[in-house]
């Protein structure tokens, strides 16, 4: 299952000609969590659709790309039903867009006739997408279920595909291979701790973009729990992580390995190309954020410290490292989700960078898990963030340098406070007092 995600066999973009469809997709997108730009008033554009054909024929499959006011592209699939819908994956007043001239407008990814469409129009390294054998489920879609509380895409569990998958349906689109393909598929050959992907679609749309990848089918962790789901639940039990945390900082230490075999990078630490990067995103959140300014000293200071330390070597690294891209079952830990930050721009979701970066986006990770969780023991992040250092150190066989962890920790905490104040004003708080408590340390 090893070796590069093709962008030959792609389909095709057409211009949308049902302008009341597009119309409907303007309006219901910008109300979806998995939208990236809520806060911006202006309303997408059509840049095209990908007809894709279910092989029962029960609707018209198709994929809408909306061009963003910031100039991305938004992956929307849709059927379309001349009768009332049948059995859909969510209820029928969430997957029912609306009625466009006697048209029911369903959201794609609750309708098995798109899941039927995708899995016969994917290609990849596994076997036909769907086949089945004796002792699997008469149907790949039997016990088909959309995946609850994703933000930035849309996956769908397909526990009766052979072998059980998870499509997940890529919202934000960019040319070239997409990393969640790239990466798992070069690391499905030296690391057992992702899920390989089975197959995938890609397509061709209005250039300067494209080809991209709209989606993949990967292997399902059987078993498996979420682990943001999982930490919330200990820390409202006031039971500590203890050996979860610890196996995840070497499964942690692990995945940077495989990274470094995989899909190696010769090149040194960039030291000024980081330390201005983190320079950058800091004056960015300042920027954003009114609540940051009283605290500028205390980030610039953190900022200084990293100016003359000997950075090790950038590599390929995850990107957007935190609890909820990772499941614990058991085997042990899985990683998920390679595609970097949402907001990140293609180009720097697959830039090389410091392993470390990711270390730091685990351990703000449970800041989150605490709060989400309504933890009340005050030492419960403290002890989990002491056992995924005492993890990964066991792994590197090297102590973690504490500036530079402290240095991409507030990155990430900035990071966040943008991402929550555009999307979650009320979570600004849980990152906040993470970067006060950064700035208090140093």
Known sequence: ????????????T?????????RLLQEWAPTRRWYPAKTDPRRPTSSGVIDLTDPQGAATVQVHLLSLPDGATLQVPVTLHTSPPPDLLTPHDVAVLGTVDGTTVVDGCSDPAFLRAWLAAATGPAPTPGTSDPA?????????????????????MLPGHSPPGILKVFRVLGSGPNPDIEIP????????GVPAPLSWIAADWAAPHGPGHLGVLSRLVPDAHDGFALACDHARRGTHLDDLAVDLGATTAHMHRALRTALPVTRGSDHP?????????????LEVVPELEPRRAGIERVLSATADLDLPPVQRVHGDYHLGQ????????????FEGEPQASPAERTR????????????????????VGEGQDPTWVGRARADLLRGYQDVTG?????????????????YEVVYEARNRPAWVPIPLQGVDRILEAA
């Open 1 to 12: 299952m090893t070796g590069t995600p093709t962008l030959d066999d792609v389909r095709r």
């Open 14 to 22: 057409r211009p949308a000609q049902d302008p009341g469809v597009v």
């Open 136 to 156: 699997a489920p008469s149907s790949p879609l039997s016990g088909a279920r959309v995946v609850s509380g994703e933000q930035s895409n849309t996956s769908v």
């Open 185 to 192: 598929l070069a690391l499905s050959a030296f690391w057992d």
């Open 273 to 285: 190309q980081v330390v201005a990067a983190l320079r950058t995103r800091a004056q960015n959140a």
């Open 326 to 337: 990772v499941l614990h079952s058991p085997g042990g830990w899985t990683v998920l989700d």
């Open 352 to 371: 090389p960078d410091l392993a470390l970066r990711d270390l730091a986006g685990m351990l703000r990770s449970f800041d989150y898990a605490q709060a």
């Open 398 to 414: 090297d102590p973690v340098e504490p500036r530079t962890l402290r240095a991409l920790e507030l990155d990430k905490a900035l």
